[in-house]
């Protein structure tokens, strides 16, 4: 990487969005997991899709590896460079983050890659519209990271992944064309849907730049509540009740265990426990109606008086505001962050039919614990949808990179179980350079080769951010 092509990647931004001391860059150097790590001779910050167009035309002349990221809150090290490589330039969309359109009689909002969810909702919220895709980095994350990696949250239930959000995109391929493919129409047959591919391919095949987003209207009604309960097996059984009584209107049923209730309490200010007594596992409910207030109210009295006379929860609260609302679902969200301030974390996103949740929990937990006894089992997650972030907290004293060096032991364990079951090894996070190897070695290997032959039609010089998701063949 020489100065003459570094000088050449500056002009196209500017200097002052050309990032090369190591103070500017190490902001995008450092993932939340702190498990991969290297160093990046610039960070780029275009401001426009033409400077992206720029930035891969010259990275394909001159051979650049290019690492697209967005709010840098991905899990799995797919927006830092490739571990060990320290030639791979950053390409930030951070400053692309406009509004460009909001569409309340169509329910679509046009969005640059760069805009911050959170910033998304209120945009949505101030015509009476919700986009409905929320995660606990909401206020951070970015559309283009959530859309390369299709991203999952708390309402998968009700409203689909990041993938069934988003009608049509403008990426940048690597040659540096332009692809407008902003088409905001529910319905579009016409050949190869394009936007497929490049939704979850982590910026391998190129950069997105704008997105069409779904909305959709702001329900009538809204409830949440939390119920104790005594194992995943009856949690599955309130689930089962919740979908008989609510339908289309359940939006979301997660399942929380003691121990995560515990920690985010005692770690994240203003978190409360939610129930006068104490039980091993909670479930939080969510209903949305788009009927009224009373129908909402209606509907998750009866699921917890079926439940009570059922004998299937011991007790339960139902939300008596919109502030209570959001205080039940911050102790959901700020589990995996309180989880920090008790040591290393082993964790896992996973997947499993739903019905099999309960079988994986009881499995994993049996090998987890033979191999480490004193572990602390901290499984919680979206169980209507069947992705549990199985994670297990260090031992407590334990040294923590002692404890971290086994991982790959335990990945194993709790990889395979879920396997066995029919599930996945990630279900909301994406692959990165943390599962590549692993998702080499499961799947078929006609489907590492289709997923090598697009990368390689796509990307031929292979400056994609290269080592990730899927490696070419030497």
Known sequence: MTKDILDRFAAIVGAKNALRSADDAAPY??????????????????????????????????????VPQAGNTGHVGGQVPLQGTQNQIILSVSRLNKIRAVDPTGNTMTVEAGCVLEDVHKAASEVQRMFPLSLGSQGSCEIGGNLSTNAGGTAVLA????????????????????????????????????????????????VITAAVLKLFPVPEGHQVAIAGLDSPETALKVLKLAERHCGGALTGFELMPRIGVEFTVAHIPGNRDPLTGKYPWYVLIDISSGQSQDAADAMMQAVLEDALSGGLIGDAVIAQSDTQRAEFWRLRETMSESQKHEGASIKHDVSVPVAEIPHFMARADAAVRAAMPDARLFAFGHMGDGNIHYNISQPEGADPEAYLARRFEINALVYDIALELGGSISAEHGIGQMKRDRLAA????????????????????????????????D
């Open 159 to 206: 409203y689909g992944n990041t993938r069934q959000l988003c009608l049509g995109l403008e990426a940048v391929l690597p040659t540096g064309e332009i692809w407008n493919g902003l088409r905001r129409l529910k319905k579009d047959n016409t050949g190869y849907d394009l936007r497929d591919l490049f939704i979850g391919a982590e910026g391998t095949l190129g």
């Open 442 to 473: 499961i799947r078929e290997p006609i489907e590492i080769d289709l997923m090598r032959r697009i990368k390689a039609a796509f990307d031929p010089a292979g400056i994609m951010n290269p080592g990730k998701v899927v490696a070419l063949p």
């Open 29 to 66: 150097l450092v993932e939340p997991r702190g498990l991969y790590h290297d160093k990046t001779p610039m960070v780029l910050k275009p401001g426009s899709v033409e400077e992206v167009s720029q930035i891969l035309r010259l990275a394909t002349e001159t051979g650049t590896a290019i």
